[in-house]
């Protein structure tokens, strides 16, 4: 069984620090990585993607993959208050054709 | 702008009522995918379709029925609706080939009374 795990939380940071999400799986033949946002009562968005081992930046967030680690990250420089959602990692794994493996998502609160 | 569309955004309907919730996308993406989640819980993928080819999830209840008349088009169908089957509904679509980002439409609430 495929899984992915991340801390619940909630995850409070003040206003202008760095949120550190993060996020370990359990297959070492994994294709792709991905981070999503999403707020209350709304679909997930797709904010980052990562493929190979390294650091991914766009804007304030920075997303990390380690694959010997088994583990992504997601990096939220400058939090802002608008910020404050649940990040869900999805892994796609190796032999799964398109299908995501989802975590149970991390609540982010960013206190101004 | 391309999208994922889903309807209705809100839906109710009775114990035992069938129920049609439908999905379109201006993507162009052969890859369309039904997840259900329920409030603190990861979305769970009930089923999807490459192109035309139907994939059923192992533990997809058989109350829960998809069908994809053509590319942009998705419909999920609940038989018989019970209690437990009041979730947020979303659709979510890809490419078939590359890295299969999916991308979501902004769901349809089910309340079932």
């Known amino acids: 069984q495929k899984e992915v795990e991340q801390n619940s939380g909630p995850l409070s940071v003040p206003e202008g620090a760095i949120a550190s999400l993060n996020c370990t799986y359990s297959?070492?033949?994994?294709?792709?990585f991905f981070w999503y946002r999403q707020y209350s009562g709304k679909s997930p968005e797709l904010i980052m993607s990562i493929y190979s081992n390294g650091d991914k930046e766009d804007g304030r967030f920075t997303a990390q993959l380690n694959k010997a680690s088994q583990y992504v990250s997601l990096l939220i420089r400058d939090s802002q208050p608008s910020d404050s959602a649940t990040y869900l990692c999805a892994v796609k794994f190796g032999n799964q054709g398109g299908k995501l493996i989802f975590g149970q998502g991390t609540e982010l609160s960013v206190k101004p | 702008d391309a999208m994922v569309i889903q309807n209705p955004r809100y839906q109710v309907t009775q114990f035992g009522k069938p129920v049609t919730l439908s999905c379109s996308q201006t993507l162009n993406h052969n890859v369309m995918y039904w997840y259900q989640q329920k409030s603190s819980q990861a979305p769970k993928l009930l089923f999807h379709?490459?192109?035309?080819?139907?994939?059923n999830e192992a533990d997809t209840p058989d109350n829960f029925q998809s069908r994809r008349p053509n590319t942009s088009f998705c419909f999920l169908d609940i038989r018989s609706p019970g209690l437990g089957d009041a979730a947020m509904y979303l659709c979510?679509?890809?490419?078939?080939?590359?890295?299969?980002?999916?991308?979501f439409g902004p769901g349809t609430r089910l309340t079932v009374t």
């Open positions: 979510a679509t890809s490419l078939r080939t590359g890295n299969y980002e999916q991308y």
């Open positions: 379709y490459y192109d035309k080819d139907f994939n």
């Open positions: 297959d070492r033949v994994s294709q792709s």
